[in-house]
């Protein structure tokens, strides 16, 4: 290996510069900032040398991780680790998520979870191959050989990876139209390439579909709908001028005053590529796509391409033996005439160090939503799916919720639910949940909602699993605090979202809603309390976790849709979106899958995503919250989505794995 230009030498993790005059320069510049000075100083001028994974002294041998990569400069989220190798040489690990989103990676099909095969800037015949490591909800990928190769100069100090890679140039940018697909004659695809000096780091990014300009003459009539979406291509390499300059927007000249308004200007066709432009050392090819169609991004090599296909079918078949009991998986189901893209992951709810368990986006309360990836990071799942539904207004939950055996809100409206154990057996149907409250008078009551936003007239019960306060949700509630099976205390609640009560921790709090606030009279501080609870049907008692949403779709392979039953509205039930989904098939597994836009048109109803889930081999099934709160997570990555384009929810269910 030829030696790497001293711009920076490591001793026990920290970068050491160069002696300079002025001495307080070290004291000045903190161990962090002093990495990037010399991996930037390395970027700029050491393009064309080999790697070099930089020694570390015997002392420092020892494995450790962040959650932060500063690549090229910029600092990203990204997961990765460093342990001694042979040789004294330091091995690098990054979560393969990262790898994907941050560098381009693809991930290959695989059958062998220890060995993933990958592609980048390089052949899919002969791919790379690397090792894979399991560790704190994430598989991470070994790139030490594939950093060495590429030109990657990597340090680390503390919890930020610090990685430069070879710089490069845009030569050139090509475009040139297709035949439509099979399944779409009528929309001719497009092909992008993007030739590049060598293989260098890319991401692309979904943006907001483009509102289409205001015809002057008539400024009152309705906004035209937009046609084209922005989607933005970053390369990490420096465009030539003369490419910058023929994709500079030109400005519209104004009509000729000598004959105003005598003829509608025609409308300009919309440019497939409407910038390019060079920023931070990044260049940044901006598009304008239509809405049926999407970029399916792949690399070459001999010479180093990127290649941008524009397509309505743009998902990639994927079937990756991920880790032992768990698969990800995505392909096309045809529905008739349709065609579904549904990515999935499979699971053996019986592999040894496996399990399931309902997440919440916070643990001390029940208010509040978050992003899937960020809900899944926390608990580290290494997957993980959205599970029912909740109000997004007040970001409370709308459906059961039992984790660990203990409820945390219970189910609304007959709805459908899962339920399961650790054991990995499973019960499908549509749960309610019946709580009655006994007094030492021998009044009996029932309460009709745990910790629930389904604000109804009656008694509802909030737990300390709830929050530590209470705020009516209605105007006049009576508030009854019990602490140690005993009623403590009353108050009024008077106007809603005012006074906020604090629940006990060695209790719970009452509040009477409508015309059951006359009971409070029946129920004096001092009085013993009881609370009994049990589960229609009486089965989902066995299972210590349930997930509700709904409507139920299959029960023993066969479609029990009844959504009407389950008291969706008309419009939920008559809508085409993207849908969630979870079932159980023949062979014992688990699937979780997302269910997106069929080609060319949108998302499935109800009943073709009950249809869609028997022909995916399920047996049981239910269908869980959609349309933007679909979201398919595995180790730090949306496999269905982009991140910015998946709504905040409430819940989900995660998987976990305990590495052997």
């Known amino acids: 290996m030829d030696k790497m230009t001293n711009y920076c030498r490591r001793t026990n993790h920290n970068i050491v510069t160069k002696p300079l005059k002025y001495g307080y320069f070290r004291t000045l510049v903190s161990p962090i900032t002093a990495i990037l000075l010399c991996l930037s100083a390395t970027y700029a001028t050491n393009a064309q040398q080999p790697s070099q994974v930089l020694p570390t002294s015997p002392a420092s041998l020892r494995l450790s991780a962040g959650s932060q990569i500063i690549l090229n400069g910029r600092n990203l989220p990204g997961a990765w680790l460093q342990q001694p190798g042979a040789a004294n040489q330091i091995t690098t690990l990054i979560n393969d998520g990262a790898l994907r989103q941050l560098i381009g990676v693809d991930l290959l099909n695989s059958n062998d979870p220890a060995r993933q095969p990958v592609v980048w800037f390089s052949s899919t015949t002969q791919p790379i191959v690397l090792t894979t490591r399991l560790q704190g909800g994430y598989r991470y990928l070994d790139i030490t050989n594939l950093a060495r190769t590429a030109g990657w100069q990597i340090q680390s100090q503390g919890n930020t990876l610090a990685i430069a890679?070879?710089?490069?140039?845009?030569?050139?940018?090509?475009?040139?139209?297709?035949?439509?697909?099979?399944?779409?004659?009528?929309?001719?695809?497009?092909?992008?390439?993007?030739?590049?000096?060598?293989?260098?780091?890319?991401?692309?990014?979904?943006?907001?579909?483009?509102?289409?300009?205001?015809?002057?003459?008539?400024?009152?009539?309705?906004?035209?709908?937009?046609?084209?979406?922005?989607?933005?291509?970053?390369?990490?390499?420096?465009?030539?001028?003369?490419?910058?300059?023929?994709?500079?927007?030109?400005?519209?000249?104004?009509?000729?005053a000598s004959a105003p308004n005598l003829l509608k200007q025609l409308p300009t066709p919309e440019p497939l590529i409407t910038k390019v432009e060079v920023v931070n050392n990044q260049t940044v090819i901006q598009l304008s796509v239509p809405l049926a169609l999407s970029p399916q991004v792949s690399t070459i090599n001999n010479p180093d391409r990127l290649i941008i296909d524009l397509r309505p079918d743009p998902l990639q078949p994927r079937d990756i033996n991920w880790a032992t009991g768990l698969r990800w998986r995505q392909q096309f189901i045809n529905l008739g005439t349709n065609r579904f893209p549904v990515v999935f992951l499979e699971v053996n709810p019986k592999t040894v160090g496996l399990s399931l368990k309902p997440i919440i986006t916070n643990p001390d309360t029940l208010v509040g939503t978050a992003p899937i990836l960020q809900t899944a990071q926390r608990y580290l799942a290494v997957g993980a799916i959205n599970g029912g539904y909740f109000n997004r207004n007040n970001r409370y939950p709308l459906g059961?919720?039992?984790?660990?055996?203990?409820?945390?809100?219970?189910?609304?409206?007959?709805?459908?639910?899962?339920?399961?154990?650790?054991?990995?057996?499973?019960?499908?149907?549509?749960?309610?949940?019946?709580?009655?409250?006994?007094?030492?008078?021998?009044?009996?009551?029932?309460?009709?909602?745990?910790?629930?936003?389904?604000?109804?007239?009656g008694i509802a019960r909030y737990t300390p699993a709830w929050g530590k306060m209470y705020t009516p949700l209605t105007d006049n509630e009576r508030i009854?605090?019990?602490?140690?099976?005993?009623?403590?205390?009353q108050f009024p609640g008077n106007k809603a979202g005012q006074t906020n009560f604090p629940i006990p921790n060695n209790g719970y709090l009452l509040t009477l809603r409508g015309n059951t606030t006359t009971l409070v009279s029946q129920l004096p501080v001092g009085t013993d309390v009881q609370i009994t609870s049990a589960t229609t049907p009486a089965e989902f008692n066995r299972y210590p976790h349930i997930i509700g949403a709904g409507p139920l779709l299959l029960q023993n392979s066969q479609v029990v849709l009844d959504a009407k039953s389950e008291q969706f509205s008309n419009a939920f039930i008559a809508e085409r979106a993207v849908r969630s989904g979870i079932c159980t098939t023949p062979n014992n597994t688990l699937l979780i899958a997302a269910v997106h836009n069929r080609v060319g048109g949108p998302g499935p109803t109800l009943a073709e995503h009950a249809q869609l889930m028997k022909l995916l081999g399920c047996v049981n099934a239910l269908n869980l919250d959609g349309g933007s709160s679909t979201s398919l997570y595995l180790s730090g990555q949306l496999l269905d989505r982009y991140p910015n384009t998946a709504a905040r929810v409430h819940n989900g269910i995660g998987i976990f794995l305990q590495p052997k």
């Open 165 to 256: 890679t070879s710089p490069g140039q845009v030569r050139d940018i090509r475009s040139s139209q297709r035949p439509g697909t099979p399944t779409v004659p009528s929309l001719p695809t497009t092909r992008i390439v993007v030739d590049l000096t060598r293989p260098t780091p890319w991401q692309v990014r979904q943006g907001q579909p483009i509102k289409p300009p205001v015809d002057p003459n008539t400024p009152d009539a309705k906004p035209p709908a937009s046609t084209h979406r922005e989607w933005t291509i970053i390369l990490d390499g420096i465009a030539d001028t003369g490419l910058i300059q023929r994709y500079t927007p030109q400005p519209i000249a104004p009509p000729p």
């Open 480 to 489: 009854v605090i019990v602490q140690n099976n005993k009623i403590t205390n």
């Open 400 to 457: 059961a919720i039992r984790q660990n055996s203990q409820w945390l809100s219970s189910p609304i409206l007959n709805r459908g639910a899962i339920a399961w154990n650790d054991a990995g057996q499973f019960y499908f149907g549509r749960l309610s949940l019946q709580e009655t409250l006994t007094t030492s008078s021998n009044l009996r009551v029932p309460i009709l909602a745990l910790n629930s936003g389904y604000v109804q007239n």
